[in-house]
T-cell receptor
Framework: AQSVTQLDSQVPVFEEAPVELRCNYS??????LFWYVQYPNQGLQLLLK??????LVKGINGFEAEFNKSQTSFHLRKPSVHISDTAEYFC?????????????FGTGTQLKVEL | DADVTQTPRNRITKTGKRIMLECSQT?????MYWYRQDPGLGLRLIYY???????NKGEISDGYSVSRQAQAKFSLSLESAIPNQTALYFC?????????????FGPGTRLTVL
């Protein structure tokens, strides 16, 4: 069975500072990894995904994530955050095409950007 | 227009009432999902459907049922609502050929059971 751990439930950061949101996963097979963002009162929107190839993945709004197989991690980073980045961020793992084609989500990290 | 729509967006109901949440999509995807979101717990899968004739239970299906009326419509029912079903409910879709099972989410339905 696959699982996702997001160790930080809340991350406060000042505007223009860098940020890293941590995600660790466990799975017995090859995985596909995702970061979704949820802005207040909205649904989830895909930020970026890792399927194969380069371990450094770039997404929307200046975010990037690095897949580290040996550490089973997929941490999300942004070099300089903006107030508009305040949202909840979810890491998710899929073992598609096997394993029932389902996504397993972490518990989320609330990013709060302050002036 | 939104690709995945959910109705209603907000609903307050009483314990014991039957309630239905509806999801429609214009993406042409075969696969549809229902999740609930609770603070600190992330999203948990309730039911999923890979086509009109295929319905599967997720990790927390007790107390819920679903109906896949057409490729584009997937409804979630609470036969007898209870307060601990108060949550934010999301519908999602994915394409059978979608890379890594990327899913597309609706805006959510906030359900309160009194």
């Amino acid at each position: 069975a696959q699982s996702v751990t997001q160790l930080d439930s809340q991350v406060p950061v000042f505007e223009e500072a860098p940020v890293e949101l941590r995600c660790n996963y466990s799975s017995s097979v090859s995985v596909y990894l995702f970061w979704y963002v949820q802005y207040p009162n909205q649904g989830l929107q895909l930020l970026l995904k890792y399927l194969s190839g380069s371990t450094l993945v770039k997404g929307i709004n200046g975010f990037e994530a690095e897949f580290n197989k040996s550490q089973t991690s997929f941490h999300l980073r942004k070099p300089s955050v903006h107030i508009s980045d305040t949202a909840e961020y979810f890491c998710a793992v899929s073992d598609w095409p096997g394993g029932g084609n389902k996504l397993t989500f972490g518990t989320g990290t609330q990013l709060k950007v302050e002036l | 227009d939104a690709d995945v729509t959910q109705t209603p967006r907000n609903r307050i109901t009483k314990t014991g009432k039957r309630i239905m949440l509806e999801c429609s999509q214009t993406k042409g995807h075969d696969r549809m999902y229902w999740y609930r979101q609770d603070p600190g717990l992330g999203l948990r899968l309730i039911y999923y459907s890979f086509d009109v004739k295929d319905i599967n239970k997720g990790e927390i299906s007790d107390g819920y049922s679903v109906s896949r009326q057409a490729q584009a419509k997937f409804s979630l029912s609470l036969e007898s609502a209870i307060p601990n079903q108060t949550a934010l409910y999301f519908c999602a879709t994915s394409d059978i050929t979608g890379q890594g099972n990327e899913q597309f989410f609706g805006p959510g339905t906030r359900l309160t059971v009194l």
